[in-house]
């Protein structure tokens, strides 16, 4: 069964605008991660944060981390069409990595 | 390679139908995974390997799922006896290390199998 929750799953915007996506997960991490998945295609890594670390950034994309509320929050700031994708967070238990059920993000031109 | 290869894109199997599914990881890459995601959902765990070792292979729905990597690099993940359920993107990913370090896994492009 999958560990994280994305919130919302479907986010429509326009061009321009800024993205903003969640997750919430159930257990303790090492760290968390989020992806990037366009429609028929694999998953994208775009970034990883560390338990230990609050905000990482990397160009549009800033990643906030809450341990003590088990959440997360995915900023696409400035959005482009080509933004328009799944995104999906993960969390590593064991020897697997639980993803969510992805917010799916239109960007409309 | 450049990336994770898996082939082929897409299967189409008959019920009860037998397939195979590759996974070419980058070379050198020492963890493999294997995922199944269902139309309009997030990936499911289906197995682990660490070189040629199947560490974890809880998420294997049934026994009729097998997966193996006998040199540690190329890996198979077979079906036997398809049924409808199993339609699904099948998804493979792979990293240097065990912890898949600040660059995450990278993923090949999936096979979508669908069973009629």
């Known amino acids: 069964s999958q560990q994280g929750e994305e919130d919302p799953q479907a986010l429509s915007i326009q061009e321009g605008e800024n993205a903003t996506m969640n997750c919430s997960y159930k257990t303790s991490i090492n760290n968390l991660q989020w992806y990037r998945q366009n429609s028929g295609r694999g998953l994208v890594h775009l970034i990883l944060i560390r338990s230990n670390e609050r905000e990482k950034h990397s160009g549009r994309l800033r990643v906030t981390l809450d341990t003590s509320k088990k959440s997360s929050s995915l900023l696409i700031t400035a959005s482009r069409a080509a933004d328009t994708a799944s995104y999906f967070c993960?969390?590593?238990?064991?020897?697997?990595?639980?993803f969510g059920t992805g917010t799916s993000l239109t960007v409309i031109p | 390679g450049a990336g994770v290869s898996q082939s082929p894109r897409y299967k189409v199997a008959k019920r009860g139908q037998d397939v195979a599914l590759r996974c070419d990881p980058i070379?050198?890459?020492?963890?493999l995974f294997w995922y199944q995601q269902a139309l309009g959902q997030g990936p499911e765990f289906l197995t682990y390997f660490q070189n040629e070792a199947q560490l974890d292979k809880s998420g294997l729905p049934s026994d009729r799922f097998f997966a193996e990597r006998p040199e540690g690099s190329v890996s198979t993940l077979k079906i036997q006896r398809t049924q409808q359920e199993d339609s699904a993107v099948y998804l493979c990913?792979?990293?240097?290390?065990?912890w898949g370090g600040g660059d995450g896994y990278t993923f090949g492009s999936g096979t979508r199998l669908t069973v009629v």
């Open positions: 070379s050198g890459h020492v963890s």
């Open positions: 990913a792979s990293s240097l290390g065990v």
């Open positions: 993960a969390t590593r238990g064991g020897n697997q990595f639980y």
